[in-house]
């Protein structure tokens, strides 16, 4: 086991953990040899570095450098497995985009991604190409997609149906309860809701 803190090494040795247990930063790399391992886990350590804690930290190098020693000391079509609390949808594609140039394969997995406390992302990697029939794991709480593109881009859901009135009638009736609320409103005229004529 790899630890990053005294205190989480101090509680491995406390419940006398089976195996070695290093203390050691992994924003400066794992010290394994190569094709050690078949596979990997961690549980919300992935995130923290991202952050640049002292002057030297830069998140990019720390990254890669993470991924290029975790890739060798991987054997081909070994699974690493991250479940990581990221801050932001810019922060997990910083992490999938340096595990991805040095050489990983995978995606991201969200289990029960509408619910609050229940949500858990995790980073599924293949170390290069997956052995045939390795899939991504299915996500729990899902009926549908289980794996979600993360994305800067804003995505709008279905326009609501104003029924049969007319689209002056519902811009007037929306204008009308802006005015109750106590809002200002532009005042009515004879372009209220017209049709505008298509620009070239």
Wanted: glycine fraction near 10%.
């Amino acid at each position: 086991a790899v630890v990053s803190t005294q205190s989480t090494g101090e509680i491995a040795v406390e419940r006398e953990v089976e195996g070695d247990v290093i203390l050691s930063d992994i924003g400066e790399g794992v010290p394994f040899r190569a094709g050690t391992f078949d596979g990997v886990v961690s549980i919300s350590v992935l995130q923290w570095l991202c952050n640049a804690d002292k002057v030297s930290h830069n998140p990019f190098k720390r990254l890669r450098k993470f991924f290029t020693m975790l890739y060798s000391s991987m054997r081909q079509g070994g699974r690493a497995v991250f479940q990581l609390y990221p801050e932001s949808p810019k922060q997990m594609e910083l992490i999938t985009e340096q595990a991805t140039r040095c050489g990983f394969t995978g995606g991201v997995v969200v289990d029960y991604p509408n619910s609050t406390k229940a949500k858990k992302i995790f980073l599924c990697l293949f170390a290069g190409v997956p052995v045939l029939g390795a899939q991504l794991p299915r996500a729990l709480g899902t009926e549908g997609e289980d794996t979600v593109q993360y994305s800067n881009e804003r995505q709008t859901g279905k326009k609501r149906k104003r029924g049969e009135i007319s689209k002056k009638e519902w811009i007037q009736n929306k204008k009308q309860r802006r005015r109750v609320q106590g809002k200002e409103v532009t005042m009515d005229s004879k372009y209220t809701g017209r049709k505008r004529k298509p620009k070239f």
